[in-house]
C-alpha cells in the first residue's frame, strides 16, 4: 500500500516550457488535491477534484491545468512555466471532500529558470 | 472565503517544556480544524484533528482546544522532545469547500 505517490520528485525547466506533474493513489478515496508550498507561505490548493470527473479551482489556480484521469490519477499541467512557479507542489487524497483526513504525497520540487 | 492566521511563525523551547501554538480563523461556517507535522523535506502528516462539535481532544502529549465562538483553536505540546521540532500546520475546512492552511510555526526543542 504505496499511499500518494508523486513523479518526478526533482524538475528543473526553463521559462516557457510545459510540464506534468503526475500523483497517483491507491486507498480508494475519491478526492484528490494539489497544493503548492513556498517558504513562509504555507500550503495553498491550486486544484481540487472532489470525485472522479469533477474539478474545481482552488485558492491559486492561474497557469495551472489538472485533469483527473480516473480515480486513482489527478494530473498537474503548467503549460507554460514561470519563475514564479518555482515552489514544492504536494499532491493529497481523501475519502472525500470536507471534514475528512488528507493523505500527502513526498512532493515535487520545481525550479523554473 | 476562509482566512487562517497562525502564530508565532517561529516557537524554540527546551526539552521537557510545553509549546503552544494558535490559529484564527474567519469563516464562522468552517467546522473541522486538523493539525499537521511537517519534518524537514518531507511531506505533512496529519498528528491531530478536532470537529467543530468538540471543545478539547488529547492524544498523548499533544493536545487541541477549540473556541468557536472566539473562532480560534490551539495546539498544545507538553514533555516536548528533540522529535517533536518540525513545522506545524494549522487549517481549517468547512464542509464541501477547500482547506485552508496557516502559514506554519517553525518548532524547535533544544536538548
Known amino acids: 500500500n504505496a499511499g500518494v505517490t508523486q513523479t518526478p520528485k526533482f524538475q528543473v525547466l526553463k521559462t516557457g516550457q510545459s510540464m506534468t506533474l503526475q500523483c497517483a493513489q491507491d486507498m480508494n478515496h475519491n478526492s484528490m488535491y494539489w497544493y503548492r508550498q513556498d517558504p513562509g507561505m504555507g500550503l495553498r490548493l491550486i486544484y481540487y477534484?472532489?470525485?472522479?470527473?469533477?474539478?474545481d479551482k482552488g485558492e491559486v489556480p492561474n497557469g495551472y491545468n489538472v485533469s483527473r484521469l480516473n480515480k486513482r490519477e489527478f494530473s498537474l499541467r503548467l503549460e507554460s512555466a514561470a519563475p514564479s512557479q518555482t515552489s514544492v507542489y504536494f499532491c493529497a487524497s481523501s475519502e472525500s471532500r470536507g471534514r475528512n483526513i488528507q493523505y500527502f504525497g513526498a512532493g515535487t520540487r520545481l525550479s523554473v529558470l | 472565503g476562509e482566512n487562517v492566521e497562525q502564530h508565532p511563525s517561529t516557537l524554540s523551547v527546551q526539552e521537557g517544556d510545553s509549546a503552544v501554538i494558535k490559529c484564527t480563523y474567519s469563516d464562522s461556517a468552517s467546522n473541522y480544524f486538523p493539525w499537521y507535522k511537517q519534518e524537514l523535506g518531507k511531506r505533512p502528516q496529519l498528528i491531530i484533528d478536532?470537529?467543530?462539535?468538540?471543545g478539547e481532544k488529547k492524544d498523548q502529549r499533544i493536545a487541541v482546544t477549540l473556541n468557536k465562538t472566539a473562532k480560534h483553536f490551539s495546539l498544545h505540546i507538553t514533555e516536548t522532545q528533540p522529535e517533536d521540532s518540525a513545522v506545524y500546520f494549522c487549517a481549517a475546512i468547512r464542509e464541501d469547500n477547500d482547506m485552508r492552511f496557516g502559514a506554519g510555526t517553525r518548532l524547535t526543542v533544544k536538548p
Open positions: 478536532i470537529r467543530s462539535n468538540v
Open positions: 477534484s472532489a470525485s472522479e470527473g469533477t474539478t
